[in-house]
């Protein structure tokens, strides 16, 4: 015995304890019982991954159950199979004789197959007085038929991963369908937003879907091009009610108008001055309604803004609103500040913008100066509150990758 373990005629292969609890949990299989021999191989194959097999071990694992002469394993049968080396090769697709005996120490590493030395190392089998296989010295089958219902669950869990993740990709493939689609239509027609930036980040998504390789990078890749896709959705949406009410505006001012004219043919004006003096309404710029994020979407990007809402979660915009007069006021941002940036970015847009400032609090000297600065700026037409969330997004997303 040599460093815990012994060694064996067969290749000199080392005996541990994870082999022995094989052969002890295959000597302790339910007897009776009877499989078919090609169903397990199958299921074996299903599983090499997770069995750490290769395509090479699986043809020595066929070659050696061609050899037994039954369909069915079962534990009233003697399931020793004794193949000389240049028998298996033949039937392994002629492989080297060192590869060979690599794969087969591979399946007994694996548990599929025990070796059953004879006092030589040979492999034979000595027979009875009535032509019967008394003993048989080489390779024992019975741990297939022992794991026979392991090996099926493992296959059953490959099968079920392979199935998750067609359909993970077809709903990327989807997502990137529709994205892409439009993206180009709002291009086309001069939808208003900012769909240079949209592009930049759908590019940027798609560049880090090609590095993803595992179900759960493109689970993160799928959710990424989710909230990717609502924020397109969210910008039309916007666009769409925004041209509704323009028209709407021009009917209502187009019947205002000529209810005037019917009138001033009717009656009197009070003075001259009245007569000739512009509406004053007429001259004010129209202002476009700011765009508003779903709600889900900026809790995921300032995840620490719930802790402010009642009860510690927050459920709608009121909720949100609430919550950012709190950490403004935790923030030292003071009220007049935070009502300009509610006349600028409009109230939904100034919480986000409280609750953004609250996620980068380490990195911002002065909240209240930012606030302003970001409210003067977004006076200018120069800021918008979507690429800070979105930034925000893509890094809490990484942070919660790196974590989990």
């Known amino acids: 015995m040599q460093n815990g373990s012994v060694t064996t005629p067969f290749g000199r292969r080392p005996i541990t304890l994870a082999l022995i609890r094989g052969q002890l949990e295959t000597a302790a299989t339910q007897q009776g019982r009877s499989v078919d021999k090609w169903k397990i191989y199958r299921d074996a194959c299903d599983a090499r991954t997770m069995l750490g097999l290769r395509d090479r071990a699986l043809a020595v694992l066929n070659a050696l159950l061609t050899f037994y002469p039954e369909t069915a394993l079962s534990d009233d049968e003697n ?146 091009l989710d909230l990717l896709h609502e924020e397109v959705i969210n910008l039309l949406e916007i666009q769409l009610n925004s041209e509704k009410t323009v028209t709407i505006d021009n009917e209502y001012r187009q019947h205002i108008q000529n209810s005037k004219t019917k009138s001033s043919n009717e009656l009197e004006p009070r003075s001259e ?35 402010y809402g009642q009860g510690g979660r927050i459920e709608n915009w009121r909720d949100m609103r609430t919550a950012a007069v709190v950490v403004r006021s935790m923030l030292g941002v003071s009220p007049s500040a935070y009502e300009e940036a509610c006349e600028a970015l409009g109230a939904e847009n100034a919480a986000v913008a409280i609750a953004c400032i609250l996620e980068r609090a380490g990195h ?16 200018r037409g120069e800021f918008s509150i979507g690429p800070m969330l979105m930034s925000l997004l893509r890094l809490n997303g990484t942070v919660h990758q790196k974590t989990g």
């Open 79 to 224: 399931l020793v199979v004794f193949p000389s080396n240049a028998q298996l090769t033949a039937r392994a697709n002629g492989i080297a004789g060192t590869t060979l005996r690599e794969n087969l120490a591979l399946l007994v590493d694996a548990g599929l197959i025990h070796r059953n030395d004879s006092p030589n190392g040979k492999r034979y089998a000595r027979k009875g007085r009535d032509g019967a296989i008394e003993t048989a010295y080489g390779f024992s089958l019975a741990p297939l038929l022992a794991r026979a219902g392991e090996l099926a669950l493992m296959a059953q869990q490959i099968a079920e991963e392979r199935r998750h993740l067609k359909i993970l990709k077809e709903r990327i493939s989807l997502r990137r369908r529709d994205i892409r689609k439009l993206i180009s239509a709002a291009m086309e027609e001069g939808a208003c937003g900012d769909w240079g930036m949209v592009e930049d980040h759908y590019i940027a998504a798609v560049g880090r879907l090609s590095k993803a390789k595992s179900a759960l990078e493109l689970s993160g890749s799928a959710e990424e």
């Open 273 to 307: 001055k009245e007569q000739g003096e512009p509406d004053v309404r007429d001259n004010e710029p129209k202002r476009e309604a700011p765009q508003v994020f779903p709600l889900g979407l900026v809790l995921r990007a300032c995840p620490e803004m719930s802790a």
């Open 364 to 379: 911002i000297n002065s909240a209240g100066g930012y606030l302003r600065d970001l409210t003067a700026r977004a006076r």
